[in-house]
């Protein structure tokens, strides 16, 4: 229960460095946008600092000219251009541009996916039983600005609770956080599921309500013990103890 978070912060580099130093600094849980950059910058990390990249330009600058498309925008008008946008009633709209809201919808399922994110998850028990866990990511490539997807909330991404155990997920943030699949994974192994049926029923409570939903979770109890669970991907996690001479990657099929 001990928690702190950054989200929307831009110009600092290490995020979880920065959601160390709220945990450890500060009485709040969770800090936002420009004032979580002061705060990293003030407490000692480098800043500002440019964290675009070649590569990273160079997608932005093909999506643009590429009116940006697809995005994550719904229900708005113009619908394939970059904006401005305004809000369109779905009821009030043609034939036409329900065509093309409804496939500027549709478009939005491959966002989510083995390339479109770069999160880290990672839960840790240490020789003394207590129980960590940090998760650090960039977003859903192409978000609306000030977007915040799960990453820095807590029971989403990631939770931990000595006594019981551990979880990380990754996937499709702004479809989980609505679950906070990670506090159900550890209250489900609270009352006595094994890691494995505690991870699937976390994944077929959001299944039910998103069949299209892409996502994986990894619980891990207090005695080391672990599984994943996973929907519309093959999911790989690492793992590594001091029995082990290399880390393990284990598959999970969805």
């Known amino acids: 229960m001990e928690v702190g978070a950054v989200a929307a912060m831009r110009y600092v580099k290490d995020g ?43 997608k932005w600058t093909e999506w643009k000219n590429s009116s940006c498309q697809p995005n994550f925008r719904k229900n ?16 009030e709209l043609s034939d036409e541009t329900c065509s093309n809201t409804y496939e500027n919808q549709i478009l939005r399922l491959p966002h989510v996916g083995l390339h479109s ?24 490539t192409f978000k609306i600005p000030g977007r915040v997807g799960d990453g820095p909330i807590a029971g989403s991404s990631a939770y931990a609770i000595d006594e019981v155990g551990a979880c990380c997920a990754t996937g499709d943030g702004d479809i989980m956080m609505r679950f906070l699949p990670c506090y159900q994974v550890v209250e489900s192994m609270r009352l006595g599921m094994e890691p ?19 996502g994986a979770v990894v619980a891990l109890n207090k005695l080391g013990e672990h599984a994943g669970a996973c929907h519309g991907w093959t999911f790989k996690y690492s793992v590594r103890s001091p029995a082990m001479k290399d880390v393990k990657v284990f598959t999970v099929l969805p």
């Open 196 to 214: 494995k049926l505690a991870a699937k029923d976390a994944i077929a409570r959001i299944t039910k309500k998103f069949p299209d939903f892409v």
């Open 16 to 58: 979880i460095k920065a959601a160390r130093l709220v945990m450890q600094h500060t009485e709040h849980t969770l800090l936002v946008g420009e004032k979580a950059s002061e705060f990293a910058i003030s407490m000692g990390l480098p800043g500002p600092t440019n964290l675009s990249s070649s590569e990273s330009i160079e």
């Open 76 to 91: 708005v008008s113009p619908a394939n251009n970059c904006g401005p946008y305004r809000p369109t009633n779905y009821l």
């Open 117 to 140: 994110h770069d999160t880290i998850s990672m839960a840790v028990i240490d020789r003394m039983g207590h129980i960590a866990v940090g998760t650090s990511t960039n977003g859903a």
